[in-house]
């Protein structure tokens, strides 16, 4: 039997970790956030983001960017369609 490898957390709209444990995250510009695993999964993890917050208009959006066994790429939304800053959370399992 396979043992499931799962990293979860909230990261706030400035790119710091709220939740969550086993991750670094970086801010890489508006609405682009680096989010880099503690050990690498043993393959390519299937990942689950979402905009945390009842402020947020239903069309704010975040999106996996990318995907590799060592990190995450994220991207968040505003209203307009544009890169903005988003709180979100996220769920990586392989």
Aim: aromatic content about 10%.
């Amino acid at each position: 039997m396979l043992n499931a490898i799962i990293v979860r957390g909230n990261v706030s709209a400035e790119g710091e970790r709220t939740a969550g444990h086993n991750f670094k995250v970086l801010k890489m510009s508006t609405g682009k956030y680096a989010v880099t695993f503690d050990r690498d999964f043993p393959e390519t993890p299937s990942v689950v983001v979402t905009v945390i917050g009842d402020e947020w208009r239903l069309v704010d959006n975040a999106h996996v960017h990318a995907i590799g066994t060592d990190r995450v790429i994220v991207t968040t939304g505003d209203y307009y369609g544009q890169y903005g800053d988003r709180p979100f959370s996220f769920i990586a399992t392989a």
